[in-house]
């Protein structure tokens, strides 16, 4: 009982706060958002959208160490692929550094990776284009990834934190994380107390090579509250953040935002976050919930409210985003440079937003690619963002007899076979569950897999329901 | 006038039925598919009498339209032959042969044992409409499909679902090989002497040809008007025509009708057969009299009577044999053809089902004794449950006509499980695959052993199993299948 009380009272509290963050802005707000128009008087599109402002990204300042960090954040997560000659899949170099160089150039100087992300790839690809640049232009991420380890002993993971520094071609680290706590205090203390490993880490935080300690959450608010309240003190801490995780995360999988970020500022722990726009959820919203945005801000995407949203509250560092596209890294320049804070109006409609997102049937999955690849074969998130994209665009059907039946029932369908390849597709799907321990939004993958191998078979054979 | 109606007709039926075999919606066939039953070998073969007598009928009243115009190898060689006479000085290269009667009934003697023998490798070699399915199916198809999937893929760039992409498969080698002789036989022939293969190698270009010596309408050369110029008889292609003699060979005359504009003196008219009597004076043609017409046709009657005897008295419940090894002792046919009995006596191998099967899983037969034939194999896909297409389209009645209904409850195969390929034994994993799959519900899992409760192997119940495949093909063990199908010799309801 007092466990279920306790999120409420500081709800309120956190609400409070949050709305004082948000009071400061609202009359600007406008004038801001129009501002790129300014002055303008060509028709064409790309005078519409005007350039990209340069020399006017939002700084935040790390308590701990003085950083002035970007409030965008480079997430190296996916990096943009390409197939070499042998037929096989690398790392598309040039497009990174095209990407890094751009990010740079626009007061982009956070970036966040890990050894596992990318197929391995990430740090080597995100070390050889910083390389290029000087080193104090820019903070590095990674993290301890021990989770996807055979062993959980000192001596690898103390090769795994000198082999990011060797990949990323750096002498010290600037943000050092334990990656993916939070799904139980015994394997936390598994991973990295009963080893030494943290031990570790806080004599290499000492020793100058790691200036920020710090870790990323994904999962049971017992073990966060755990780890906040050791006797250590945390330089900052990854969390999930955005308007639907705010007060709808499930709780199943993952902790209300409002609790981890209330809790963090109560710590002065300064929150880097993650999936701001819930791999991508956000920035395709059901066309109800954008026509109430559309509404107030035409020309503003679906994305920049949910960036605006993640980057308003003030003890936020920054906001990862993992740009594949320089279209996406332009947008999101574009929101950042500078910060329109979200108004308290604003608020209140995506409040209305949440409500139709969290009444729709979507696949909490992020693409995060974590639980990838399957040992059958399938290509989990490519069948969890198509079935997505379908609630999305409104056309998930809800019985056969919808007056669109015959059209959705086509989209579906031909865009599964598009965007999945039969063999990957969810009926291949055996249940072996060895995918399941690795998602941090905790989904039931092969359940999850049953339903979206259910709806297209009754497509399929045109069954009533 | 007359040639102009042929050849507009005989273009659209070309193309119709070119298109049958090019369709992979399953639309066309909804609207054209009695195209491809209208054939005469199909129609024999699937004891179709109506359609029999019909194109009797038609042969005996107007000669062999069948050949000119609902025949498509025979559209395909007048094709060819249109392009071999567009060279310059070609245009007019036949002559007047005479007729290789010892080569054309032999061929036809040998097509009619054949039939009743069951020997169906050398029917649906002969079976002109086969042939130019073949040929369609496995030359035709692929440029279709290769060009749908270049719409598929325009059409994905600007988000529309007007197209879907599907797979360009070449379902059997040897098939293709055949059908590539086929090419470069009728080509050749086609290319240097128009309708020869029709009137020297085609039974049922014999067959109709026979017919037609007495049919009621025929090309008649008033011997009045003719100078002799030999116009008609170089440009036939049935190269049929004695000019020197007034004499038409209406065995071999496919009543395409050319010779008509040819002839600048109007001596050519296609007429009652009661006029050419008056106009030529002509007697009875030689050889074979109308008597043995009519034996002909019973003949013909018989060997359709004794299939369908057959039919009936066939019988006996399939062994299903238990092996471990995936490959099949008991070919899987596709449901609604009942048996592989009735497949082999029915089919012509045309490969209309082979090109229509959305599931890629009819696969032209390599065993002589069946050859080109369709067989079931699952590893491309597995008989899905709201899918009838090969009954629909079959001319021959091979497979007959069935619902999804029907077809959920007809047992075409067995489902057999190999311990030693299974995921569960093998990586110990749980899987439930088979079992989810199964639209029958007629696989459980039951605990392998108490120490792993959720290591579940499956067990499956034979009066369910249709034989589907669904478990097979989307059983996780590669590269053969824990669990596989076994045809079942005859079918039968579950």
Not at chain 1, 287 to 302: D, I
Not at chain 1, 390 to 395: H, I, K, L, Q
Not at chain 2, 341 to 370: D, E, G, W, Y
């Amino acid at each position: 009982m007092e466990k279920k009380n306790q999120p409420q009272i500081k709800h309120e509290i956190n609400r409070r706060e949050f709305l004082k963050v948000l009071g400061t802005g609202s009359a600007v707000t406008t004038a801001a958002l129009y501002g790129c128009k300014t002055g303008n008087t060509v028709s064409a599109e790309g005078g519409m959208i005007g350039e990209v402002p340069a020399g006017q990204m939002t700084y935040r300042v790390n308590p701990h160490t003085g950083d002035k960090v970007s409030l965008l954040g480079f997430g190296c997560m996916r990096w943009p692929l390409r197939k070499n000659a042998d037929g096989r899949e690398e790392v598309d170099q040039e497009a990174v550094n095209q990407l890094v160089d751009y990010a740079i150039e626009h007061g982009v100087n956070y970036f966040d990776t890990a050894p596992v992300y990318v197929q391995g790839w990430s740090e080597t690809a995100t070390g050889i284009a910083l390389k290029r640049h000087p080193r104090e232009k820019f903070f590095i991420a990674t993290k301890a990834s021990n989770h996807r380890q055979g062993t959980r002993s000192l001596q690898e993971g103390i090769e795994m934190y000198r082999k990011s520094m060797r990949e990323l071609q750096v002498d010290y680290i600037d943000y050092y994380l334990l990656h993916s706590v939070g799904s139980s205090v015994p394997d936390f203390n598994a991973r990295f107390i009963d080893n030494g490993l943290l031990e570790f880490l806080k004599e290499e935080r000492k020793a100058g090579r790691i200036r920020n300690l710090g870790w990323s959450f994904h999962g049971i608010q017992e073990v966060f509250d755990h780890v906040l309240n050791m006797d250590i003190q945390w330089d900052f801490c990854q969390i999930q953040l955005n308007y639907q995780d705010w007060r709808h995360a499930d709780p199943r999988r993952n902790v209300n935002a409002e609790y981890l970020y209330a809790e963090l500022s109560k710590k002065n722990v300064p929150a880097v976050i993650m999936e701001p726009l819930l791999g991508g959820r956000l920035s395709r919203v059901p066309q109800q919930a954008l026509t109430l945005m559309k509404r107030v801000h035409p020309e503003q995407s679906a994305a920049s409210w949910a960036f605006r949203y993640a980057g308003t509250p003030e003890n936020i560092l920054t906001v990862l985003s993992g740009m594949v596209y320089m279209e996406h890294l332009q947008e999101n320049l574009r929101t950042y440079s500078p910060l329109v804070p979200i108004t308290e109006q604003e608020n209140s409609l995506l409040e209305q937003v949440t409500q139709i997102l969290v009444n729709a049937d979507y696949i909490q999955c992020t693409e995060c690619q974590y639980c990838m690849p399957c040992p059958y074969g399938l290509n989990i998130p490519a069948v969890f963002s198509h079935y997505n994209r379908c609630v999305s665009a409104g056309r998930l059907l809800k019985s056969s007899r919808d007056e669109n039946y015959r059209q959705a029932r086509r989209e579906f369908l031909i865009g599964y076979d598009r965007s999945v390849p039969k063999l990957r597709q969810a009926d291949r799907c055996i249940g072996c569950d060895v995918c399941r321990p690795r998602c941090p939004q905790r989904i039931n993958i092969p359940q999850e897999m049953r339903r979206v191998d259910l709806y297209a078979e009754q497509l399929k054979q045109q069954s009533d329901f | 006038m007359l040639k102009k109606i042929r050849v507009v007709i005989a273009g659209l039926f070309f193309l119709l039925i070119t298109l049958l075999f090019l369709d992979f919606t399953g639309s066309v066939h909804v609207w054209f598919g009695w195209i491809a039953k209208i054939q005469l070998i199909p129609a024999v073969l699937a004891v179709n009498a109506v359609i029999l007598a019909a194109l009797v009928l038609a042969t005996l009243l107007f000669g062999r339209i069948y050949c000119s115009v609902i025949c498509p190898l025979g559209v395909f060689q007048d094709l060819v032959s249109r392009i071999s006479s567009r060279r310059k000085g070609k245009k007019n290269r036949f002559s007047y042969s005479p007729a290789k009667s010892l080569l054309r009934y032999g061929i036809l003697g040998l097509f009619i044992v054949s039939l009743v023998a069951g020997l169906s490798t050398v029917v649906s070699l002969l079976d002109p409409y086969a042939a130019y399915g073949r040929m369609a199916a496995n030359f035709l198809a692929p440029l279709y499909r290769w060009g749908n999937n270049l719409l598929a893929l325009l059409a994905e760039q600007i988000d529309s679902y007007a197209f879907y992409s599907t797979e360009v498969l070449v379902k059997g080698w040897l098939t293709f090989g055949i059908a590539l002789v086929t090419l470069i036989v009728t080509v050749i022939l086609a290319w240097k002497h128009g309708r020869s293969y029709c009137n020297t190698i085609c039974p049922v270009g014999t067959f109709l040809g026979f017919l037609s010596r007495f049919s009621l309408f025929r090309i008649v050369i008033d011997v009045n008007k003719c100078t002799q110029c030999k116009a008609c008889e170089r440009g036939c292609k049935s190269s049929c025509i004695e000019a020197h003699s007034f004499s038409v060979d209406h065995s071999r005359c496919v009543a395409c009708f050319n010779c008509i504009g040819k002839c600048k003196f109007g001596a050519l008219k296609y007429t009652g057969a009661r006029a050419v009597k008056k106009a030529a004076g002509e007697a009875e043609p030689p050889g074979l009299s109308r008597r043995n017409l009519l034996s002909l046709l019973g003949l013909l009657a018989v060997s359709a009577t004794v299939k369908a005897q057959q039919l009936q008295v066939d019988g006996g419940l399939a062994a299903i044999e238990d092996k471990k090894v995936p490959d099949r002792k008991t070919p899987i046919m596709p449901p609604g053809c009942e048996s592989a009995q009735h497949m082999k006596q029915h089919c012509t191998a045309c490969q209309l089902c082979v090109s229509a099967c959305p599931n890629h899983i009819l696969v032209p037969s390599r065993k002589f004794s069946v050859f080109m034939q369709p067989e079931i194999s699952y590893e491309r896909g597995y008989c899905r449950p709201e899918c009838v297409e090969c009954s629909q389209v079959c001319p021959a009645g091979a497979i007959r006509p069935i619902t999804p209904a029907d077809k959920s409850a007809i047992s075409i195969g067995q489902a057999i499980w190999i311990p030693d390929n299974c995921v569960v034994n093998r990586d110990g994993l749980p899987c439930d695959s088979c079992q989810r799959h199964c639209p029958t519900g007629a696989i459980t899992l039951i605990e392998r052993d108490p120490d792993h409760p959720k290591l579940k192997i499956p067990v499956v119940d034979k009066e369910l199993c249709i034989g589907c495949g669904a478990c097979e093909n989307l059983c996780p063990a590669r590269p053969f299948s824990a669990i596989y199908v076994e045809g079942n010799v005859r079918h039968h309801s579950i």
